[in-house]
């Protein structure tokens, strides 16, 4: 599955009533350890087919990162039915992103 | 330039020794003696007939590392990126940025962030260690910068733009250079960073420092002393994990062209490791940049 952008219109269908736990990936153009982030994002994307992948572009879309206390990025948050139950912040490695869904 | 080599201890004049025979451009950035300045007697390593003072196997280093051609360049690092094509990385000091192919850490390994009561708690809740990715966050609001030097500085001018006020916390300490008028000083030590209840979250509201005074602040960014190899590759994006930069057998990190080697990769501190580390290091970085090409 490819990552899926999601913006503050979208993002309570495809992230909050998502059947699927959720990643999503908070994220800047400008932000050098998220573009590290991003190839491991994908990855997880592809080889995980129980997760839907998402990303947020913070910068379009600040709602949302005040909505769910962004303070920092690459934040990486997991969702669960509808509720945010974990997040990760600065680059990890893919194990660690995994652990959210453990 | 083909390749930039942070710090000049055993670990970065090995690597670029060899990056330097491998026929790429070499320039050593460092900002003097580390660690092993402070050895008064090495007598555990291949090939001395007596013990030598660190300072002494220091200096001989960096004496033959020009001899072959290396460069050095006497500076503190304040900054470390990438381009968008990941391509080329650009390391700053307080008068100048240099572009380079790839770049070897080197410079050692920092002593963990001091015990500051609420530093590790608000992490991403205020505190951040990143002021080019999270300065936006603060727009129009007070930020304080932890740290009295350049790289402190660099840090807080950054956050300039962005945020309505920026004040600079050097926790005891003198500013070690110049600050800018529109940035206020503090010199008191810092007795913790405290939290708020905003938003429904605990988050950064203030800073306290031992003179009793509660300074409000909505985010902390942590520059304190001189940027170490770990503080930098957390910036770039390059994984790190329990204050050290973790690399493959062949001293590369996660970001395309950024190599690592020495203290600050973990394991074993002694020079023969560094030296090791370097020396794979540099020919990793050379091959790196000539295929490149």
């Given amino acids: 599955m490819a990552v899926i952008a999601v913006n503050k219109e979208n993002f309570k269908a495809e992230v909050l009533q998502s059947d699927k736990p959720v990643l999503v990936d908070f994220w800047a153009t400008w932000c050098g350890p998220c573009k590290m982030m991003a190839p491991v994002v994908e990855s997880i994307a592809e080889e995980h087919p129980e997760l839907k992948v998402c990303k947020v572009d913070i910068d379009e879309n600040m709602?949302?990162?005040?909505?769910?206390?962004?303070?920092?990025?690459?934040?990486?948050?997991?969702?669960?039915?509808?509720q945010m139950t974990g997040k990760t912040v600065g680059y990890q490695a893919k194990e660690n992103v995994l652990k959210l869904f453990a | 330039m083909d390749i930039i080599v942070i710090g000049s201890g055993p670990a970065g004049v090995s690597a670029a020794l060899y990056a330097r025979r491998a026929g790429a451009a070499v320039t050593v950035i460092t900002r003097g003696s580390g660690a092993l300045a402070k050895a008064e007697k090495i007598e555990n390593y291949y090939g001395l007939a007596a013990p030598v003072t660190g300072a002494q196997l220091e200096a001989d280093g960096i004496a033959g590392a020009k001899r072959l051609g290396v460069e050095f360049v006497e500076a503190e690092v304040t900054g470390l990126s990438m381009n968008d094509?990941?391509?080329?990385?650009?390391?700053?000091?307080?008068?100048?940025?240099?572009?380079?192919?790839?770049?070897?850490?080197?410079?050692?390994?920092?002593?963990?962030?001091?015990?500051?009561?609420?530093?590790?708690?608000?992490?991403g809740r205020g505190v951040s260690y990143c002021a080019i990715c999270d300065a936006f966050f603060y727009r129009g609001k007070t930020v304080a910068v932890l740290g009295e030097g350049e790289y402190a500085l660099h840090e807080a001018e950054i956050l300039l733009p962005h945020a309505g006020r920026v004040m600079l916390f050097t926790n005891g300490k003198e500013p070690a250079a110049p600050v800018p008028e529109t940035i206020e000083v503090h010199t008191e030590k810092i007795a913790a960073i405290e939290s708020v209840q905003?938003?429904?979250?605990?988050?950064?509201?203030?800073?306290?420092?031992?003179?009793?005074?509660?300074?409000?602040?909505?985010?902390?960014?942590?520059?304190?002393?001189?940027?170490?190899?770990?503080?930098?590759?957390?910036?770039?994006?390059?994984?790190?994990?329990?204050?050290?930069?973790?690399?493959?057998?062949?001293?590369?990190?996660?970001?395309?062209?950024?190599?690592?080697?020495?203290?600050?990769?973990?394991?074993?501190?002694?020079?023969?490791?560094?030296?090791?580390?370097?020396?794979?290091?540099?020919?990793?970085?050379?091959?790196?940049?000539?295929?490149?090409?």
């Fill in chain 1, 63 to 82: 709602e949302l990162a005040q909505q769910f206390q962004v303070m920092s990025i690459p934040t990486l948050a997991a969702f669960k039915g509808g």
């Fill in chain 2, 85 to 123: 094509e990941f391509t080329a990385l650009t390391v700053q000091t307080p008068g100048a940025s240099y572009e380079a192919g790839a770049v070897i850490l080197a410079a050692g390994s920092t002593r963990l962030a001091p015990k500051i009561p609420g530093l590790k708690e608000l992490e």
């Fill in chain 2, 198 to 293: 905003a938003d429904g979250m605990e988050r950064v509201g203030a800073v306290r420092t031992e003179d009793g005074a509660v300074t409000h602040a909505d985010g902390v960014f942590v520059a304190l002393g001189t940027a170490g190899s770990v503080d930098l590759a957390r910036k770039i994006g390059a994984e790190t994990e329990n204050n050290r930069v973790v690399t493959d057998s062949g001293m590369a990190t996660n970001v395309p062209g950024l190599y690592a080697a020495g203290d600050c990769t973990g394991g074993l501190l002694q020079v023969v490791k560094a030296a090791y580390e370097g020396a794979v290091a540099g020919l990793a970085a050379a091959k790196y940049v000539r295929t490149k090409k």
